[in-house]
């Protein structure tokens, strides 16, 4: 891949190692377009991976993509069952793409309020590609942070006795306890809020909007946010 302009900016020794993205945009650029919103999902998907594959090929170690939430079962039946299909469909096709790239795939959100073929599709996947020390994608699907909160706090109360509470022992719970929090979260189609993605994890994670919809997101986008991630002091509380 040629070298872009924003892509010269980016330091490679100081990488976010986890970057989180929160894809939105997709309606908005299928009205604009005078089409349906399931073609603004389906355009979403083709850049959600070569977002992933610009991810791998910078050394990104861990890249969480926020692809349906908790909340967006509100949705109308069809747009849901079309997303639902997208997920189904692309695990299925896209497996040797990962393969070929070592990247892993995990998975973030409640497995339990899914599909169950789809919730089983994800779990083949994440065990296929287990062994992969490329790029991890964390995949969160019926993900919300609250939701990933109480789930982590019940299972501490299914051990029966349950210790004194820490931080550390909840975290613990999380869904993924091993991945480091995201450095770097950013958020496409200009809003300025969270949506209830990474609200234990993002805690001190740096954010980025964009004002470009997910459909019309390139590798330069993504270049454009590191580098501007790489300008920022992060303090973490304490004083430069
Ligand atoms: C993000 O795009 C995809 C999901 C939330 C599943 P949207 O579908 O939210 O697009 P907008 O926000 O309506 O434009
Ligand atoms: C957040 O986008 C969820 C995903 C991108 C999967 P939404 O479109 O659901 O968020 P709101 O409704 O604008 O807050
Ligand atoms: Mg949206």
Redesign the pocket.
Known sequence: MPLSTEMRLIDPSRLPAHIGI???GNGRWARRKGQLRTQGHLEGLKVAKKIVKAAADLGIGYLTL????T??WKRAAEEVGFIMGLVKQHLKAELAFYRENRIRIRHAGDPGGLPPDIARDIQEACEDTRTFEGLQVILALNYGGRDEILRAVRRLLSHGEVPALTEDLIRQHLDNPDIPDPDLIIRTAG?H?I?N?LLWEGAYAEYYISDTLWPDWTEADLAAAIAAYQQRERRFGGIS
Do not use: L, Q
């Not at 926020?66 to 939430?69: A, E, K, M, Q």
């Open positions: 929160i894809m939105d926020y692809v349906f939430s909340e967006n809003e809020r949506s993605f």
